[in-house]
Structures are given as C-alpha cells and as structure tokens.
C-alpha cells in the first residue's frame, strides 16, 4: 500500500495483491465518505512551511513500501532538536513499571532498530536520527514529557499507559506526537497527534467482536467484562459496553474489576463469573502476571469461557507460557498480520528480521509502533530542507492510506480513523491460529466493523466540530 496525499502524490508502490475479503463496493464507498466527512487536518498550524527541496530515495524497500530513509543534502537548524546533521526524536515505553516489569519493552525496541536502520542507510535527507529513551513506569509521564518537551523535535513511536497525565504538558510546549497507540480521550483524539494505526474515542474497530460472535453467536449473548481499576482498561471496556451490542453481544450485570497491581486471590473474582453464567469474558489489562493468574485460578475453579482480549495479549511470552493448554480459549483482535505467516508477508518477515538482528524482542505493539515510526519518517523526508514540525504535521494531515509498508490492514491517519478490516486469532498450544477469516494471511473487511461511539466517554474528550480533543488544553 503507497502513503497516498490528497493532492494524488505517492510514497511507495502501487498496492500489492489484495489481502482482504468480503469488501463491497459500498464500504469504499462509505469509507471514502466518512474520510472527508472528518477532513480538515488535526494539526494546529496551517502555515504551508514544506520548503521542497528532497529527494525521494529508492534503492531499499520496507515491504512494499518506498524507504523514507537515505542521503541527501538537507541542512539548517529548523526547530527544536533540529540541526544540519541530526533529528532529535523522542520514544519511550512503560518498563520500568514493578506490577509489569518490561511491559511494552518491545515498542522502544522497535524504535531503537528502526532508527538503526534509518540511519545506516543515510538517515532522512542525511541527517542522522537520535532518539531518547522516556521509562514512564506508569505513573511517571509527565515527568518524561516534560524532558521531551526541553529538547525532542517530536515525540514517535512512544506508548504511555497514562497518556492522561501528559497532555496539559504536551500541548502546552506545542510537542507533536506519532504514537504506537493512544489511550486516554484526550489524547487520542489530541491535537498535534497522528498515529498509524488510530484509535480514536469516537469510533472502534469491531472485527473481532463480529467475528467471535460469528463462531459463537450463543455464547457472546452472555458475555461479561473483567477489567482493572485503572483509566487504561476501564476506558477500554467502557467502548465495549457501548459498541460490541452492535456485534450481538449481550453483557451480563456482573462486571469484575481488579487491582492493577494484582490480586492475592484470584478464586473470587473468576467464581463471580462462573455463577454469573458467563460464557464470554472480554479481559482487559496485561497478559502477565495477573491475566495468567485468572486462568490459573479459572481452571482451579473448572471455569473454561471463551476469552477476548485487546491486540497486547498477541504476545510471544504468554504463548511459551501455555504449555499445558490453559489459555487455549484466549481470542485476540488484530489488525496486523501475525509473525506464524510471515512467509506469506514481507513487511512482517522485514520487520522481525530487522529488530531481531539489533537484540530486541518483537511484538504486535512493536509492529505498531514500526508503522507509526515509517508514518513519521515518511512525512518528514517529504520536508526536505525545511524540516519543522509544521511542515511534518501539514504532510501527516494529508495521509489518507497508510498499512505500514504492509503490516497491516489500511488506515486512515489524516482523517485519525482505523480499519475496517481485521482478524481474530486464537492462541493454541504455544502458537497462536488465525480463528478467521478462515484463510490464512487475509482480512475479513465490512463497513459495519466501524462503529460510532458516542455517550459520557465521548464527551471527556471535549471534541471540536473537527473531532479534536479540547480536554488536555
């Protein structure tokens, strides 16, 4: 899939054989209608600053799409963290977090061998990339977003658990950001905010929700809710709630929630569950330690539901834990293509090889964050000599069509919406199976798997007439 602008411009090649199915012409239709309907840009500064002046390299390849990165002759001190031979970008991860320890270590891995890679073919215009590592630990984003704020050009491929606490901060230095995801309303529909795969407050991608419902249509009619007391997971299953009746779930009264810091007793919480008569529990949290502890003490118990789960829980780590079966049962969402077809992919086998290569760990958020670091890098090559946040920020505005070289199903970043195409995959044994569609290597797409979210969450956000979040100003 090509990096495809308004204006008709391209950065990549011409889109590859297609990888999804039933796509009727209406949901081109509805999507196209949809991406001008929230049209209007979300950057903040329409002052045209591009300057020109670069030249597109050609010689490598990120699956099919175009290398942002090489040599040229760009030069000038155009904005923070700017120089005549450097870009000082910002990323980081919640590892150092005690109830988790390493949790999301493999976004900044990502990060770290993308910029290697960046770098060792010239960089972007020839200028280098330096990147700076930010440990949250959860509950310490704003102090890392206040040293971003003193010395980053922009912040990329970062992921903070409580994206809440930084926006007061970031907006207030005007820092703009290329997630790997986004959490909080205020931030994930912020201003100066693009990511490559959106996740906005408004609308939720409900593929996996359709398609557990397709292979258990009875069961997700008694489906309940087990998530942590903490903003993350509660906004997580708060969409639920509000969207997965649309995919004919029916949620039972008898929602679980748990210490995020994790239980000393497990046996109540799933027992609740079992009385309760729920055949379905959407789980929300991290798969280690407290998710492997509820399937220990469900299994104590003979309690055996179905459980769906967010795009984290596709984690090589959990799935060399299940020696015994025990999370057979375990259902992720996902919009990327998984590592076991790698060999029908070659975005997903370029980016293992190349983060495995420099001794980092993969992981779906790892791809994510790959393609929001491809997303950024692709918008500030375009700048040329020129670079400036403004400019970085015009160019993401216009990207309508964007899959990460192929990693993943299309989206639209431009417009902050996500895919309505997606995949269920089942862990079994230590791999995990694509559940559906039923043939490997492709998406199932329909117009009815983007969901409008509106009610209290929505109205955290604050959103202007442009769905931009006025909460975190």
């Not at 407050?201 to 996996?208: A, E, K, Q, W």
């Not at 969207?243 to 004919?248: C, D, H, L, N, Y």
């Not at 029916?250 to 929630?257: A, G, I, R, S, V």
């Not at 980092?360 to 670091?373: I, K, N, R």
Request: hydrophobic share 35%; with cysteine; aromatic share 8%.
């Amino acid at each position: 899939m090509a990096l495809r602008h308004e204006s008709g411009s391209a950065i990549g090649r011409p889109k590859r054989g297609s990888r999804s199915i039933v796509l009727a012409a209406a949901a081109v239709v509805a999507f196209s209608l949809l991406a001008a309907a929230c049209g209007g840009g979300r950057s903040s500064s329409p002052d045209d600053t591009s300057g020109g002046g670069s030249k597109k390299p050609t010689s490598t390849m990120f699956g099919e799409l175009d290398s942002p990165c090489g040599p040229g002759t760009a030069s000038g001190a155009t904005d923070q963290g700017v120089t005549d031979t450097a870009i000082t970008i910002g990323y980081g991860d919640d590892a150092g977090y005690s109830g988790a320890p390493g949790l999301n270590k493999e976004m900044s891995a990502a990060m770290k061998a993308m910029i290697k890679w960046c770098n060792d073919q010239g960089g972007i215009n020839g200028r280098q990339i330096t990147g700076n590592y930010g440990d949250a630990a959860i509950m310490n984003v704003n102090n890392v977003m206040t040293e971003a704020c003193a010395r980053d050009f922009m912040l990329v491929g970062q992921g903070w658990s409580l994206d809440s606490l930084q926006e007061q901060t970031r907006l207030g230095c005007k820092l703009p950001s290329v997630p790997t995801y986004t959490v909080s309303p205020a931030f994930a529909n912020g201003p100066l905010m693009y990511q490559g795969v959106p996740n906005p407050v408004d609308m939720t991608p409900l593929s996996g929700a359709y398609q557990l419902a397709a292979l258990f249509p009875e069961a997700v009619k008694k489906a309940a809710i087990f998530t942590a007391n903490y903003p993350a997971t509660k906004d997580s299953t708060d969409k639920a709630l509000l969207s997965f009746p649309a995919a004919g779930w029916t949620f039972l009264n008898c929602e679980q929630t748990y210490n995020i810091g994790g239980e000393s007793n497990w046996t109540p919480f799933v027992q609740r569950l079992k009385d309760c008569g729920a055949e379905v529990v959407f789980f929300s949290g991290s798969p280690a330690p407290n998710f492997q502890n509820v399937l220990d003490a469900a299994q104590q118990i003979g309690f055996s539901p179905k459980w769906y789960t967010d795009s984290n829980f596709y984690d090589a780590a959990l799935g060399k834990w299940n020696t015994s079966g025990i999370a057979d049962n375990v259902y992720v969402r996902s919009v990327f293509t998984p590592f076991e077809q790698a060999n029908l992919n070659p975005a997903t086998k370029q980016y293992i090889d190349i983060v495995t290569a420099n001794g980092g760990g993969t992981s779906l958020l790892g791809m994510q964050a790959t393609s929001s670091f491809l997303l950024w890098a692709s918008a500030a090559q375009e700048c040329g000599s020129t670079l400036t946040r403004d400019c970085v920020m015009q160019k993401l505005a216009a990207v309508h069509e964007w899959n990460g070289g192929g990693l993943h199903a299309d989206t639209d970043p431009g417009a902050n919406t996500p895919p309505n195409c997606g995949s269920l995959l089942k862990l079994s044994g230590t791999k995990y199976e694509q559940a559906a569609p039923a043939k490997a290597g492709e998406f199932e797409c329909s117009p009815k798997f983007m969901v409008t979210v509106t009610g209290p969450l929505v109205d955290k956000a604050k959103l202007d007439s442009n769905r931009i979040s006025q909460a975190g100003q």
